[in-house]
């Protein structure tokens, strides 16, 4: 087995050994940031340059997608030779009503999406080389809806009905 680590530090963590996005929260507001922020708060109304970790939700629902035709330029590390595209996945975060880009996870294309469905946080690699596998987070759709009542969709991966 390969070693593992994250591609880029500080952006992945894990609760109860679930792995999630890393944001940060402003002990003054409650605003929420991702990639994390520690500078000061840009929330027009806030003062504060204090901040606290803020692991966010691990579903959302598809706000948009696309795919990456061409290969992206450096930093990114092609996997394959010749360049395969992939599909990328902007996801509104349930709780935080933020909007958070990702490549979809393996086997997910852009053919397997659609505006709206349920989507889900996970962790695979974004290449390997010697040191071992550069993990990252990538989106796919849920296996599972939402509980009723939280604006969830039931059976959205196979074109099912909405229940918000």
Sequence with gaps: MSAQRPALEG?????DGVPHL???RCTACGTVYFPRLDSFCRHPDCD?????DAPLSRRGRLWSYTNAAYQPPPPYV???DPYEPFAIAAVELD???MVVLGQCATG??????QVGMEMELVVEPLFSDEEGDALTW???PTASPLPQGEGGTVG???GGERVA
């Design 11 to 15: 952006y992945l963590t894990e609760v």
């Design 22 to 24: 890393l944001g940060s």
């Design 48 to 52: 504060s340059d204090s901040f606290e």
């Design 78 to 80: 092609p996997v394959s």
């Design 95 to 97: 709780a935080e009503r």
């Design 108 to 113: 997910v294309d852009v053919a397997d999406l």
């Design 138 to 140: 990538k989106w796919r």
């Design 156 to 158: 959205a991966a196979d």
